[in-house]
């Protein structure tokens, strides 16, 4: 039996050995002064190194953290100040929202291929008191009447997971309530194989989706109140650890 037990810790070793967490982009704003007020800006990556797992890329192994390829920018569109805040000693962005004003945050042209997973998660606060009729943009694969757009909302206790299909029709993929309100919560979604999307939230997977076709990249992630064309809505959300990643 020991034997045994020997042979499976050394298969283990070898397995975490081979697998790999590598940062595509990382954004935890601690960079930024508490607030701080930002405007439509371009945030670059401030990921040093230390977030991923045997976190290197290329046929030798020979490349690191700072020279991820690809655009690892992170895009803050908004039509008003945002601002740097402090929680429990960590800084966060707070999306306050307005429903005649757009803001979002997200990359553009994520890569994702058949050779490892694409990850995106992030931690999040939506403060609900004294907002009525709110509605938060998880997750967007694409801009607004974009065809095989995937985009995930959270409104009034409900979570509801939509496509964009041709002819300008869009149809409803999930309608599920749960309690997101007033706690921190973490939001992932990972894409496998190009095609499948998990949806986890609080390391619960919550659903399965599939895109209308396979895609080589994620073409505009973004999350924030752009819920359709001309259609914005209110909420009162805070963000920490935005993170982009590649796993094997």
């Known amino acids: 039996m020991k034997k045994y037990i020997i042979a499976l810790i050394m298969i283990l070793n070898v397995c975490v050995a081979l697998s790999y967490v590598h940062i595509f982009s990382y954004q935890d704003f601690k960079d930024f002064t508490v607030g701080q007020e930002l405007n439509t800006m371009i945030i670059p990556s401030n990921d040093d190194g230390t977030h991923g797992t045997n976190d290197v890329w290329g046929p030798n192994k020979e490349y690191t953290w700072p020279d991820v390829p690809g655009d690892t920018n992170i895009y803050l569109t908004t039509d008003i100040p945002l601002e740097i805040v402090n929680i429990n000693k960590e800084n966060a962005l707070f999306l306050d929202m307005d429903d005649n004003k757009l803001s979002i945050i997200g990359l553009k042209e994520i890569p994702d291929t058949t050779e490892h997973t694409l990850k995106i998660y992030y931690d999040f606060f939506l403060n609900t008191k004294g907002v009525e009729d709110y509605s938060f943009v998880l997750f967007s694969s694409e801009k607004p009447d974009t065809v095989g757009r995937v985009w995930i909302v959270y409104e009034n206790g409900v979570i509801k997971i939509f496509r964009q299909k041709k002819n300008n029709s869009k149809e409803i993929l999930i309608s599920r309530k749960i309690n ?52 914005y809505s209110k909420a009162k959300v805070y963000i920490k650890k935005l993170v982009v990643a590649h796993r094997k």
């Open 180 to 231: 997101l309100e007033n706690k921190w919560n973490n939001f992932s979604i990972e894409s496998r194989f190009r095609n499948e999307l998990r949806v986890i939230i609080n390391s619960g997977i919550l659903t399965h989706v599939n895109k209308l076709e396979r895609t080589n990249e994620i073409g505009y992630f973004y999350i924030g109140n752009w819920i359709d064309i001309n259609n």
